[in-house]
């Protein structure tokens, strides 16, 4: 934590300074106000993925930039989506292809807007895409990681465009996807893949890893498969729990809806926490996961949103129950960084 307050919170404020200077110049109201809302709304994402690079400061200088800007693309692009214009597949598909090429150091940029009215962003997404490509070529072992990034963010970006379209056509278009990847993942339910599909968690720690000299493609992998599905399906079920209130007013899809009744919802949680818990005991830093995981139960269910959903609320008591004193520890650490942000 100290290095997380004294390094990695004001170089992320740094980044995130830069990025909104930027987006205040986009020409395009529309997108402007999208861009400006993800920033205002979401800042708490960059602040959480960039923790990674507490892990290893001396290559902070290439993390942050890259979790931020990555980090950035993924909000902004998911406000574009949630209130779209639009409810065109493709056109949500050539959005995302800006994470693909973002991750990809050899790609060429292209019209990500070619498929909406909404065109002007003046350079914002390019700008954003082309920082991730410039800080993944400084990763010592990128070249080992890039398939495992690679494969996240398609899963990403399918879930993106499944998760947006004609409200009659989404649960149909999402568990068709399942049905493609069910068999690898047989102790998941569908909504479960889907939610882990929506975290960056996994592309971050891929990240990271990659800062190390002569990782290998088998280590890439094998660290790919300890954070996804648990650790990552367990950041976003949290993300969604808190939201429900919110997603219900704004008739978006919450996968959180999809368990019979709160005690399910409750079991599945603990299931999956304890899942995480023991993938991350498989990596040399266990330690450091372990505390991903605390932090991220103490993040989201210290939310203010929690306060004002009475079964959220009951849920949240549930799985803080005999909380260990790291997860007391990043309660009280949510909170406080809250308060500052006021």
């Not at 109201?29 to 001396?58: I, T, W």
């Not at 996807?177 to 996994?202: I, K, M, V």
């Not at 009744?261 to 372990?290: C, M, Y």
Request: proline fraction near 3%; aromatic fraction near 8%; glycine fraction near 4%.
């Amino acid at each position: 934590m100290h290095r997380v307050y004294k390094y990695v919170l004001p170089e992320v404020e740094k980044e995130l300074v830069k990025l909104r200077l930027m987006a205040q110049r986009i020409p395009d109201q529309e997108l402007r106000n999208q861009a400006l809302s993800s920033m205002d709304s979401k800042k708490f994402h960059c602040q959480g993925g960039s923790v990674y690079a507490a892990a290893s400061l001396e290559h902070r200088h290439v993390l942050i930039p890259l979790i931020v800007a990555l980090q950035t693309i993924s909000d902004y692009l998911d406000n574009l989506c949630d209130r779209s214009t639009s409810l065109d597949p493709d056109d949500f598909r050539l959005l995302h292809q800006s994470m693909l090429d973002a991750v990809n150091p050899e790609a060429q940029l292209q019209d990500y807007y070619a498929l909406r009215s909404e065109k002007e962003d003046g350079g914002y997404l390019h700008h954003l895409v082309r920082i991730c490509q410039l800080q993944v070529a400084l990763l010592p072992s990128y070249g080992s990681v890039q398939q495992q990034v690679t494969e996240l963010v398609t899963l990403y970006g399918d879930l993106q465009v499944y998760k947006h379209i004609r409200k009659d056509l989404r649960e149909e278009h999402l568990l068709a996807w399942w049905s493609r990847h069910c068999s690898d993942y047989p102790n998941l339910q569908w909504n479960e893949f889907a939610a882990a599909a929506g975290s960056t968690l996994g592309m971050f720690m891929l990240f990271l890893a990659a800062t190390e000299d002569r990782l290998s493609k088998e280590d890439a992998a094998a660290i790919r498969n300890i954070y996804f599905p648990h650790v990552c399906g367990l950041h976003i079920l949290l993300d969604y729990l808190i939201d429900q209130a919110e997603d219900q007013a704004g008739g978006d899809l919450n996968f959180c809806n999809y368990y019979d009744n709160e005690g399910l919802l409750v079991e599945r949680l603990g299931t999956i926490v304890n899942r995480a818990r023991e993938d991350v005991k498989q990596l040399p830093a266990s330690r450091f996961h372990r505390l991903i995981i605390e932090g991220l139960l103490a993040l989201y269910l210290s939310d203010p949103k929690v306060r004002h959903q009475a079964d959220v609320r009951d849920v949240s008591r549930r799985l803080m129950k005999n909380s260990p004193l790291t997860r007391m520890f990043f309660l009280i650490n949510s909170i406080w960084i809250r308060k500052q942000q006021a």
